[in-house]
T-cell receptor, first 114, second 111 residues
Framework: DADVTQTPRNRITKTGKRIMLECSQT?????MYWYRQDPGLGLRLIYY???????NKGEISDGYSVSRQAQAKFSLSLESAIPNQTALYFC?????????????FGQGTRLTVV | AQSVTQLGSHVSVSEGALVLLRCNYS??????LFWYVQYPNQGLQLLLK??????LVKGINGFEAEFKKSETSFHLTKPSAHMSDAAEYFC?????????FGTGTSLTVIP
């Protein structure tokens, strides 16, 4: 099983609908991140969380919200989806300390808003 | 604020030729530096990282990168390209809290 699991892997939704993307991890990491990837723009940070009670906005948080239900679960919601939120979304985790500097990524969720 | 610049959004090399993917960063503090690879329909996989110590770091699949502080660069190289190296490559800078990614370089390997 993957260390970082995202569901669904693909989703098509209509403009105005609420949608939730889910992420769960088995790495025991406290830090979790949501990114979106667009062609030519790389990965941009939406939200991040360092523990269940800690939620922080990233550079492109408008139109999104998150919930950290447990250490292992971090969900991203689009309250009212719009077409320019069509993108590839990644969840990532990271441990703490100097030996745990890198991020571990899920397989991604491809979201299409029509 | 951190920024990461990858020169060349598309790079093509012949099979067996040298691969060189360029990355420059700006950072106000000593950074952690990473290269990730993304194959089609997959997530990002760590190729290699620099944290401290030796400035030439070796990664998986024969890739290596050299941290040059004076040039604020972390270029990725591989002596001989293989068809399986065709993918998207991302350079990233890590701070205590966040990661900052470049816009990616798509590598094509020509038979």
């Amino acid at each position: 099983d993957a260390d970082v699991t995202q569901t669904p892997r693909n989703r098509i939704t209509k403009t105005g609908k609420r949608i939730m993307l889910e992420c769960s991890q088995t790495k025991g990491h406290d830090r979790m991140y949501w990114y979106r990837q667009d062609p030519g723009l790389g990965l941009r940070l939406i939200y991040y969380s360092f523990d269940v009670k800690d939620i922080n906005k990233g550079e492109i948080s408008d139109g999104y919200s998150v919930s950290r239900q447990a250490q292992a679960k971090f969900s991203l919601s689009l309250e009212s989806a719009i077409p320019n939120q069509t993108a590839l979304y990644f969840c990532a985790t990271r441990g703490t300390g100097v030996l745990n500097t890198e991020a571990f990524f899920g397989q991604g969720t491809r979201l299409t808003v029509v | 604020a951190q920024s990461v610049t990858q020169l060349g959004s598309h790079v093509s090399v012949s099979e067996g030729a040298l691969v060189l993917l360029r990355c420059n960063y700006s950072s106000s503090v000593p950074p952690y530096l990473f290269w990730y690879v993304q194959y089609p329909n997959q997530g990002l996989q760590l190729l290699l990282k620099y944290t401290t110590g030796a400035t030439l770091v070796k990664g998986i699949n024969g890739f290596e990168a050299e941290f040059k502080k004076s040039e604020t660069s972390f270029h990725l190289t591989k002596p001989s390209a293989h068809m399986s190296d065709a993918a998207e490559y991302f350079c990233a800078v890590g701070t205590g809290n966040q990661f900052y990614f470049g816009t990616g370089t798509s590598l094509t390997v020509i038979p």
